[in-house]
């Protein structure tokens, strides 16, 4: 496999890891890009020695060019590196975005460079913890087809496994990694405020064990994982939490209220909940969205 001169542009929590990551792997980092104090600590941590440079230095230097800037700064920053000259015929561009495909680097291959959407699906720390995260790591990637072997080449030097999505599926593949792990953050987060309104020390150690069984059962078993008042048609216990939070935890009342008409549906479309008593649960949950949206009105 050839190795590359690297330059990446956006030395954040992804950026300064993947540079780190094809480092090891025996590529050369040869400036970094990075304007705030966090990205200038991040490339003195992981990416000693390397200089620190403009984006237009950055990409002048390199021949594998890694744009790791957020989604609504690629379209700009790609354009901004091709008016300048930076980009030039036989370079390879490679973005990290969930959400672009090969589109937003048109102008970077109109102007003669080999270009690549990689996208790491992790959440990152932005430190070496997440070296050893990146084995085994799912990559979201679209190339060309001609570009297939060298996309796979790269994924796996930083240890991961390709998955291909189609350019007119980005967005889509995005969404379902947001909606797993961003709003699970969330959720979670709230369980935690409730749990200490209960009177729980420590939230985190309660939760822990039951939510790390509940991850495995889901990507294991899908909706056959489900438990709980829910699907067990515990209307009076449902109608109990909606009190109790409206008393204590307002804030968390929206969240549960549409999870738990979610998870309604979908216990009733497994067949696991009688349409009868999926009926009075709903009715509960209306009561209670209906209630939240009269104190928003008088707030």
């Keep these: 496999m050839t190795k590359h001169r690297i330059g990446v542009v956006g030395a954040g929590r992804v950026g300064a890891v993947l540079a780190a990551a094809f480092r090891a792997a025996g590529h050369e980092v040869v400036a970094a890009a990075g304007e705030s104090d966090a990205s200038r600590r991040r490339i003195a941590e992981l990416l000693p020695g390397v200089r620190t440079a403009k984006p237009t230095d950055v990409a002048r230097a390199s021949d594998l060019l890694l744009l790791t800037v957020p989604d609504d700064m690629l379209s700009n920053v790609v354009t901004m590196l091709v008016a300048s000259g930076a980009v030039r015929e036989g370079q390879l561009v490679v973005h990290t975005s969930g959400r672009h495909g090969l589109a937003v680097l048109e102008p970077a291959r109109a102007a003669g460079a080999t270009t690549i959407a990689m996208h790491p699906a992790m959440t990152f720390t932005g430190t070496e913890v997440d070296l050893p995260r990146l084995s085994g790591c799912v990559f979201g990637v679209t190339a060309d087809d001609a570009d297939r072997a060298l996309t796979e080449a790269l994924v796996a030097d930083l240890g991961g496994r390709p998955m291909w999505v189609p350019e007119s599926r980005r967005t889509l ?27 729980a020390e420590d939230p985190a150690a309660t939760l822990r064990p039951l939510l790390t069984a509940a991850l495995d059962n889901a990507l294991e078993d899908g909706d056959a994982a489900l438990t709980g008042p829910i699907v067990r048609g515990d209307v009076e216990t449902v109608r109990a939490h909606l009190a109790d939070l409206v008393a204590t935890a307002p804030q968390t009342l929206p969240s549960y209220v549409a999870m738990a008409r979610a998870t309604l549906d979908r216990a009733v479309t497994d067949g696991r909940l009688l ?13 209670a969205e209906a209630g939240t949206r009269a104190g928003a009105e008088h707030r």
């Design 275 to 287: 349409p009868i008593r999926a009926a009075k649960m709903l009715r509960v949950l209306q009561a």
């Design 173 to 199: 593949y995005h969404a379902g990694l947001a909606h797993g792990a961003n709003h699970l953050v969330t959720l979670v987060a709230e369980a935690m405020e409730i749990l200490s309104a209960a009177g």
